[in-house]
């Protein structure tokens, strides 16, 4: 029956942590520990794959120190489209928004580039998080027509400021634009896009159908790689030009040009302060062409991280949350925090594994549930065990009629109490026993029940006739002894008569 109570209890305290924990998951410090734990299993499985038809060209601090500040005429753009077509590119991006018009030769030379590769993929971007077009930065008319597409580049960071998920897709009522990353992997894998239906982006052709997992917001999550100078190829903006022209020349070029042959080619600016720095789970500083290549490197891959529905998350976080309601009985601390932690440990372990699978479960949440809900347990069950004990510890030394304490702790005390007397000279002692005179006709006359009550009014009136410091004890039937601690034999003759006539002039009331 004790049992039964406390695990009811038990289950009662875990059910409100654990819907505490839930309703504060999505909020603050909560949803920040929450994406800090994804961010720990990135970092815990450490490099994963990419994409090798997926190569960089950096347009970096020695490219601006060697052509001059940024921007460069589109010249130089134009160069490169040639460039990168004649070496076999499938397709090259410029991570560059040009929406404003240069001078006419440069744009001329740029749009000729464009009308003869038809490979080149441009951006735009949406002011703020509004995905009207007609406010969007998008590429000059005059390029458009020669364009292989277009598509938005807009990335918007977690509360943190760190960038896991990138919006795949943009509505304007029932319009829709590509994030180019999406419209680039469309076109290279000749995917159509199907819908968005139950979080997921399904892309299909004749003869395959590619299903994206999205977050409750529609947004993918991505998978990511390792650090930037670990992942993908690259290149140098002038080293290429220069591999270009010794080929032309029949020289050996100082750079592998096959990387470039039927690749995707991704032009940007690294330049420090002219590249728009990002923070990754995996880098503090990151750059922002390098979120495009590991989404696209993701989506032709098809290593996707599979986010289950919310509902698989909030049973995980009830089970662990309620594991402790039948581990913690606080009669074995020491093994329950055990089997606790090994719980804890279990989870983690499954998570990490399907984790490296591409299932990414809830990791910070459930673990702090379920702590949470031990730590809680726990100490209901230690104040639990505590009470007890100090009740069976009272049940074991009073008399249960009386309140007094038994003969036997008497008995245990006293026996203290001559030890520490024989040890210090001059430590005295004395003992009072009592009755009470014709109890048994009293008894007899007007029955056990007043005989009782007479017993507890006369306990109640010794206790209160000696000091705190002295022991009343029930001897057995009406009879009571009383310890008086370092009492001599006068102070205790003053003391029974002070008992006497308390007791002679107490009126018990019926």
Known sequence: MRLTKSFSLNIILALVVVTLVLALSQRGLLKRLELTGLDFSFFLRGPASYNPRIVVVEITDSDVTGIGRWPWKRSWLAAMTKTLSDLGAKYTYFDIILSEASTEEDDALLQEALKVTKNVYLPFVFQESSSEIKNAFLPLERFSPYL?????????????????????????????????????????????????????????????RIKIPLTEDDKMLINWSGKWGDTFKHYRFLDVLAGYQDLIENKKPK???????????LVAVTAIGLYDIKSIPLQPEYPGIGVVATTLSNILDKRLLYIPPTWINILILYLLALMPAFLIFGEK???????????????????FLLFKKGVVLNLSSPILGLFTSY??????????????????????????????????????????????????????FSIIMCDIDHFKGFNDTYGHQVGDLVLKEVANTLNHSVRSSDIVARYGGEEMIILLKGSSLDHALSSAEKIKNNVENYVIKN
Do not use: Q, W
């Open 375 to 428: 730590f809680t347990v726990e100490t209901y069950n230690f104040v639990r065990i505590s009470v007890e004990r100090k009740n069976f510890f009272k049940m074991s030394v009073t008399d249960g009629l009386t309140g007094l304490h038994n003969i036997s702790y008497f008995k245990m005390l006293l026996e203290i109490e001559i030890k520490l007397t024989k040890l210090e000279t001059g430590k005295k």
């Open 255 to 265: 750079i592998n040009l096959n990387d470039f042959k039927d690749s995707i080619c």
């Open 333 to 351: 601390p020491l093994r329950e925090t055990f089997y606790v932690i090994l719980v804890g440990c279990v989870y983690f372990g499954i998570n």
């Open 148 to 208: 292989k597409g277009t598509g938005a580049v807009n990335i918007y960071p977690d509360i943190d400021g760190t960038i896991r998920r990138i919006p795949l897709v943009f509505l304007e009522k029932e319009k829709t634009y590509p994030h180019i990353a999406l419209k680039i992997a469309m076109d290279y894998l000749s995917l159509k896009m199907e819908e968005t239906k139950d979080h997921s982006l399904l892309l299909s052709n004749s003869r395959e």
